[in-house]
């Protein structure tokens, strides 16, 4: 226990004690004949009792772990608040002349209240975390688990993350670990049980089938009755539907315990909201009560506060369950995403481009956790509309029909809307596939595209589905503004309607300023849900298309790797490591089989050659016994650990040492071993930092030869029972091969001892190999040793005539190429780190490119690996091809925003700006109109000039509307002007880039560029300025209104907005690094990503698919290392700009109580219900004006590459791909 828990368990027995000293002093008075009340009985009991099990949950919560509770807290609280009353009435007893003071129960209560006063300080303060906390073993924990309660409430526990990012620019090791529960290790599985769950119940119950018995008629005597006929049953499928697996009930089972307590949170913030109108028409009846006395005034003035910090902590804890809930949704979907793409048939990788892959995990994956925030307003919003027409009915009675009618007439528009937006979703998501696609496939043949200069021509193709998304989203833009004239309309609409109503249906009826400004707030409550539930609407569309494009991947059929019997060799089970009989495979089951009747069996120890004609099943074959195809019929069995080498070599972006050792401990020794036997020491050689050298993604500053050979030495250095090779040897030169077959895979090679499958096209190793096996067709024709087949002269003879005489016509080539580059070997020198050849070499050079490095005598070469390390340690930094994605730092720089302005386009940006000034001016006009209506004398019953004044008003709000259309319209087509500009420079300029750039720079960069920054230039950015631009102004209006009013709140209004500007300088400093941060560490995700989809079967060979999962996860959880503070950094934004906003309503208000005498009715209900809502026009600012910031980064980062250097402008008359038949 610590002093902290001890003192707490102290204090409470302490209070035990005096709650039942004061029972045992009521029992000796009772002795003493004195009549007592059965409270002075009751009370000390209860509450005796009270205090003894809140001491035993002090400690119970303390053998949890719990470090701060707020249980605890709000008990005391609740202790407190009771025991002042009880203060208040002895203070006032005691103050009387004539008072009879009880000494003993005066004093226990003091030292009671004493005593609670005490636990309540305790109570703020966080324990240290127990012994067996894990936290304790983490150098960086989250300090939230470790924070206060009231730190947890206010989110004062990032404040010390804050300060540090204002001095100085934020870095990744600044970051904390993730809490526990939010990693990938603790969400993804529990994702990934309840969907196999839900999978398997979707099987089981699609496989019932609707039973129906045959009761045959009893058969005559003598008749004979067939038994089988008796016992027939006619087996029908169900007439239902077959039911789909539900990703959403998933989703559901998975996060929803958590998230069920933002509905708590979200339903008392609700019920909370409507305290604020009710609590301001008690303040405007006290204003025209002149006789009523000022405490009144000053209470409401409190409770008005009071109850607005009450929804501010209440509203920031239920976003912050929500933020964290959307957090783990996205890393479950991305987790689950990965896993799945592990094992996929092939034939559903068809069906699923990388681009669409690539999507689910940025796109959809994002749509989800955007979703979480706002999914509760589908119930919120409809109740707070409830709500509201319930109290506006009981102010104007049903005259708020009129305003139901307006709002049920708008229900069909945005119906039609929904389904519009759904349609525009699914058409842009496909573009956007198609695109992300196409440009994987550009990155990844960008060396061929440079080799035939086809640059321009991929580019017009990228561009012209560009174009088809671009309609799509200018589509969109039209439905946007349509929709956002609605949202905005309809309160005013609402609102007109209802005083339209109300004014005219009775002459008698009196618009006063309690019954407009009352309603007015209630309108603006209104407002809210309103604005919100068609974008919720909207929202659900879009996340309902990515759910059921991520249902249809998860839904996928996988890889059966039971269809291979697998054994080890410690098991036994016969000489023979693979056996194979009567198999027939295919690559999908719809597809005819593409291998037939496959029989063989290979003894331990073998050395096997596989060869045939092209496109004869070869390396299908390999495939099959990786469990790579689908098995229709027959057995197959392998004994022991595989190790694969595939014909097109398969290179990670890591140093060449850890694509060797591929996850295994380094044993000197043997990798030296390897090294040599693979023929890699030379190249080691002139690598600039050795076998430490990074090799860039897909190997691309390696030679072909040399790629074969790094993935030769990696199936190597695994030392496994069984070695399949897919034709290695083709990507090296002749003397090269002849090494690698002696030393490697031959019969005195290092694999001497293990079980070889070698697929060839070579026929000079065929007489070493053990068994020969000949396909054709897909078929074995033939089987047996060099000799045996020979003498058959059949399918195998063929075989070598028609590669006898190709392969000496190579050899011979080769022989020439090698003696050439022999003699030029002495011109070789380093420079700069890279190997540059004399000038008689450079012709040669280009051809030898793609050729091995490899030349000479391997046997001259005994450097050793102890030397080469020894040679890379001193140049370790010296050389590092592939530059990690950087975050900028300090402020976003004006050009930026400028860059965006030219283009959207200058013309449109001024434009737009103008239309939000006259939407907003129109907007307080008419409120301030308003007021003056209600201020109207009242002559014989009724107003005189109310239709002028209802004309007006209805004139102010149509130009409202007019510029909210516009002003929409136009931010809109800008966007869509915006994200052509931006992405065709992007485009343009990496096309342009060199070689060079494509090699240092990972092409998950690019994808991160082409997918998620680009969408958030096409989705986000233009909706961020509407929002921002119409909070600024809003802002500056309701400051304004507040200042007519009461012109004495102008001592505090400078005050507060230096806070207020203090508070968002301070926030963006580290809100901005945050969002680079995040956006940074998002690329390794998908680098990451596109490399194990390019590798999936050789890590599925090594069976290592378990440590490129931990690997994806750890990338993820560095992704969003990054991302939680900065959602948790809003949140402690947004309490603390919201208390400056809710200051705003106390001075608002209490200087409308001050000045009551000489104010209006009307100018105080307009200053109080305009300062109601600058909480809410701050908040958003800030939000907005950091949501600019943070995502006009995305606008930063795709300007990044237009600064690098580029290849000379293209010549005229260069190859295009129509000249080769690529269309």
């Known amino acids: 226990m610590t002093y902290l828990n001890k003192t707490k368990t102290a204090l409470g027995f302490l209070l035990w004690i005096v709650c039942w000293a004061d029972l045992f002093y009521s029992f000796w008075e009772r002795s003493w004949g004195k009549f007592l009340a059965p409270v002075f009985l009751v009370s000390p009991t209860l509450l005796g009792i009270t205090m003894l099990l809140a001491t035993f949950l002090i400690q119970l919560e303390r053998r949890k772990g719990v470090q701060s509770s707020g249980i605890m807290l709000t008990f005391w609280v609740v202790a407190l608040l009771c025991a002042l009353a009880i203060l208040r009435s002895k203070i006032m007893a005691a103050l009387k002349e004539d008072a009879e003071i009880d000494v003993f129960r005066d004093a226990t209560f003091y030292i009671y209240f004493s005593l609670v006063l005490m636990q309540l300080v305790l109570s703020c303060f966080s324990d240290r975390p127990p012994l067996f906390s894990e936290t304790i073993h983490d150098p960086n924990p989250c300090p939230e688990s470790s924070a206060s309660f009231l730190s947890r409430v206010t989110f004062w526990w990032i404040t010390g993350l804050m300060v540090r990012g204002y001095r100085q620019p ?63 049953v006619l087996i029908v499928k169900s007439p239902q539907k077959e039911r789909e697996p539900s990703l959403f009930r998933v989703l559901y089972k998975t996060f929803g315990p958590y998230f069920l307590m933002s509905f708590l949170f979200k339903a008392l913030h609700d019920l909370m909201m409507f305290a604020g109108p009710e609590i301001l028409r008690l303040l405007i009846n006290f204003v025209n009560d002149q006789e009523a006395p000022d405490w009144q005034g000053y209470f409401y003035t409190v409770l008005l506060f009071v109850s607005a910090c009450f929804q501010t902590l209440v509203l920031h804890q239920y976003f912050h369950i929500c933020f964290v809930s959307g957090m783990r949704i996205k890393t479950a979907v991305i987790g689950a995403v990965y896993r799945k793409a592990l094992v996929i048939t092939n034939s559903a990788r068809k069906s699923s481009t990388v681009g669409e892959i690539v999507n689910l995990m940025s796109v959809d994956a994002q749509r989800f956790m955007d979703l979480a925030t706002y999914i509760n307003m589908i119930w919120s919003a409809p109740l707070q509309v409830i709500l509201a027409l319930y109290l506006l009915w009981l102010n104007l009675g049903p005259s708020v029909l009129a305003g139901v009618a307006v709002m049920i007439l708008m229900v069909p528009l945005n119906a039609v809307m929904a389904m519009k937006t759904k349609t525009y979703q699914v058409a842009h998501m ?122 249809i991947f998860l839904s996928h059929e996988e890889l059966e790797p039971d269809s291979i019997q697998r054994r080890t060799v410690k098991d036994g089970g016969g000489a023979n490591s693979i ?70 070599a398969w290179i990670q972006n890591d140093s060449l040492r850890e694509n060797i050792l591929f996850g295994r401990q380094l044993q000197e020794r043997y990798y030296k071993a390897v090294i040599e036997a693979c023929a890699l020491l030379p190249d080691l050689e002139i690598l600039p930092s050795g076998d430490r050298t990074e090799i860039g993604e897909k190997g691309v500053n390696l030679s072909g030869g040399q790629k074969q050979r790094v993935s030769l030495a990696r199936a190597v250095y695994c030392d496994s029972d069984i070695y399949l090779f897919d034709d290695p040897l083709s990507a090296v030169d002749a003397h090269v091969g002849k090494h690698i077959f002696e030393n490697v895979i031959g019969p005195k090679g290092m694999l001497r001892n293990k079980t070889r499958l070698l697929v060839t096209h070579s026929i000079s190793y065929l007489p070493q190999v053990d068994v020969i096996i000949v396909m054709t067709g897909g078929k074995i024709s033939e089987m047996g040793s060099y000799q045996e087949l020979l003498a058959r002269d059949g399918a195998f003879a063929e075989f070598l005539r028609t590669y006898a005489s190709s392969e000496q016509e190579q050899a011979e080539q080769d022989e020439g190429l090698t003696s050439v580059s022999s003699a030029g070997k002495e011109g070789k020198q380093m420079e700069n780190g890279m190997l540059v050849t004399d000038v008689a070499g450079k012709q040669l050079q280009r051809q030898l490119s793609n050729s091995s490095s490899y030349s000479g005598d391997v046997s001259r070469h005994h450097t050793s690996t102890a030397e080469l390390q020894k040679a890379g340690a001193k140049k370790e930094d010296a050389w590092k091809l592939v530059e990690a994605d950087k975050a900028q730092t300090g402020q976003v720089k004006l050009s930026v925003y400028w860059d965006y302005m030219k283009a959207i386009g200058l013309f449109i940006s001024f434009l737009s700006i103008f239309l939000f000034l006259c939407n907003h001016v129109a907007a307080l006009a008419s409120n301030y109109w308003l007021s003056l209506w209600t201020d109207d004398p009242i002559v014989n019953g009724t107003q005189e000039h109310t239709k002028v004044r209802l004309s007006v008003y209805g004139a102010l709000g149509i130009s409202q509307g007019v510029s909210v259309f516009g002003y929409s319209m ?27 750039f494509f090699e240092r720079t990972p092409s998950g960069n690019l994808v991160n560029r082409f997918s998620k920054e680009l969408d958030t230039v096409d989705s986000m950015i233009p909706q961020v300025i509407k929002m921002f631009m119409g909070s600024l102004f809003n802002v500056i209006g309701a400051c304004i209104i507040i200042l007519l009013a009461t012109p004495i709140v102008a001592i505090v209004i400078p005050p507060l907005g230096l806070i207020y500007f203090f508070v968002q300088r301070f926030y963006v400093a580290s809100s901005r690094q945050l969002k680079r941060l995040e956006s940074v560490s998002r690329s390794p995700v998908y680098s990451h990503f596109n490399e194990t989809l390019l590798g999936v079967s050789v890590i599925r060979a090594f069976e290592e698919q378990e440590r490129f999962i931990r690997q994806s996860d750890l990338k993820v959880d560095e992704n969003q290392k990054a991302y939680y503070p900065s959602i948790v950094a809003n949140r402690w934004l947004a309490v603390r700009l919201e208390c400056v906003g809710n200051c705003i309503v106390l001075f608002a208000a209490l200087f409308a109580v001050i000045s009551r005498h000489s104010l209006s009715a009307g100018l105080v209900g307009l200053s109080v219900s305009y300062s109601l809502q600058v909480t ?16 006009i980064v995305a606008v930063e980062r795709l300007k990044e590459y237009s600064e690098t250097e580029k290849e000379v402008k293209a010549a005229a008359g260069l190859a295009s791909p129509d000249l080769f038949g690529v269309t």
């Open 430 to 551: 496909k573009s956007k596939d198609n695109r992300i696609k196409l440009m994987n496939e550009i990155l990844n043949g960008i060396k061929v595209l440079k080799l035939y200069a086809w640059e321009l021509a991929f580019k017009d193709q990228v561009l012209a589905i560009r174009q088809e998304e671009l309609k799509v989203l200018k589509k969109s833009a039209y439905l946007a503004a349509v929709g956002t004239f609605t949202w905005v309309c309809t309160p005013f609409l609402v609102a007109l309607s209802t005083f339209a109503v109300y004014v005219t249906i009775d002459k008698n009826n009196i618009l006063d300023a309690q019954k407009a400004f009352v309603s007015l707030a209630l309108f603006n409550i209104l407002r809210f849900p309103l604005n919100i539930l068609p974008m919720v609407i909207s929202s659900i569309v879009q996340a309902s298309v990515s759910l059921k494009r991520l249902r």
């Open 1176 to 1191: 809410t026009y701050l908040n958003w600012l800030v939000r907005m004006s950091s949501e600019m910031e943070t995502n």
């Open 170 to 232: 934020l870095e990744s090791t600044d970051l904390w670990s993730l809490n526990k529960e939010d990693m990938s290790e603790q969400v993804v599985p529990v994702l990934v049980k309840n969907w196999k769950k839900e999978c398997a119940k979707s099987k089981r119950q699609q496989a019932k089938m609707a039973y129906s018995s045959k009761d045959p008629a009893k058969p005559k005597a003598g008749s004979q009755v067939d038994v089988s006929e008796e016992a027939e």
């Open 970 to 996: 136009v931010v809109s087509i800008g966007g869509v002007f915006a994200s052509r500009r931006l992405h065709l420079d992007l485009l343009h300029n990496v096309l342009r880039s060199p070689m060079s």
């Open 579 to 648: 056996t194979v009989k009567n198999a027939t495979f295919t690559w999908a089951r719809s597809d005819p089989p593409t291998l037939n009747g496959i029989t063989f069996s290979i003894p331990e120890g073998s050395l096997v050659a596989v060869v045939g004609q092209v496109g004869c099943g070869k390396s299908s074959l390999l495939s099959a016994l990786l469990a790579e195809m689908d098995k229709v019929e027959g057995y197959v069995a392998v004994k022991g650990s595989v190790a694969y080498v595939p014909q097109q």
